[in-house]
């Protein structure tokens, strides 16, 4: 099963608004990553952070990490309609040490109304 | 700089036969990704190439499926025999280099091949 779950499946707001999507992860991390989708194709990385970091940001962009919940929240204020895609959280697992690769969530579908 | 780039962006394929998947990665990116996506999911690990270490294919659904990776550069995915489940959005995505201090690095995605079996 995948190790990541975003909640919620689909969010629809108003230009302007705030959206608040999180995700949910079960073994302990390196770092997590969250990642936006347009149209089903390429993903484009968003931003990173880190398992000794709790809150970053990028822009628009505000990221959480609760690692005591393995939790982790993404913000986007001031939402536009050029917002609207599918976001995905990843997680970097830590087994001792790094692994080689990133597991994806399940993602949630944005949709920003103009 | 260029980025991932996979080719080709439509495949329709008659079930039973061959396809194979082509992707470039990034120059001097050490690792590469390979990924499925079906229609409304997520995205499904395929397989993971770093250097010249083992690939990691324990996300291979079945053995129809292969990959290969040539050096630091190029990787084709096979996909035998093809069935109508296979139809699915192929992605492709290579980073600067994987493990280490601080876990894994941001991969970039390749536009994904879309494959649809008839």
């Known amino acids: 099963s995948q190790q990541g779950e975003e909640d919620p499946q689909a969010l629809s707001i108003q230009e302007g608004e705030n959206a608040t999507m999180n995700c949910s992860y079960k073994?302990?991390?390196?770092?997590l990553q969250w990642y936006r989708q347009n149209s089903g194709r390429g993903l484009v990385h968003l931003i990173l952070?880190?398992?000794?970091?709790r809150e970053k940001h990028s822009g628009r962009l505000r990221v959480t990490l609760d690692t005591s919940k393995k939790s982790s929240s993404l913000l986007i204020t001031a939402s536009r309609a050029a917002d609207t895609a599918s976001y995905f959280c990843?997680?970097?697992?830590?087994?001792?040490?790094?692994?080689?690769?990133?597991?994806f969530g399940t993602g949630t579908l944005l949709a920003v109304q103009p | 700089g260029a980025g991932v780039s996979q080719s080709p962006s439509n495949k329709v394929t008659e079930k039973g036969k061959d396809v194979e998947l082509r992707c470039d990665p990034i120059?001097?990116?050490?690792?590469l990704y390979w990924y499925r996506q079906r229609l409304g999911q997520g995205l499904e690990f395929l397989i993971y190439?770093?250097?010249?270490?083992?690939?990691?294919k324990s996300g291979l659904p079945s053995d129809r499926f292969s990959a290969e990776r040539t050096g630091e550069s190029v990787s084709t995915l096979t996909i035998q025999r093809t069935q109508q489940e296979d139809s699915a959005v192929y992605l492709c995505?290579?980073?600067?280099?994987?493990?280490?201090?601080?876990?894994?690095?941001?991969?970039?995605f390749g536009p994904g091949t879309r494959l649809t079996v008839t």
């Open positions: 995505a290579s980073s600067y280099r994987t493990g280490g201090a601080g876990g894994n690095y941001e991969q970039y």
């Open positions: 073994t302990s991390i390196n770092n």
């Open positions: 952070i880190r398992s000794n970091e």
């Open positions: 990843a997680t970097d697992l830590y087994y001792g040490g790094a692994t080689n690769k990133l597991i």
């Open positions: 120059s001097g990116h050490t690792a």
């Open positions: 190439f770093q250097g010249n270490s083992a690939p990691d």
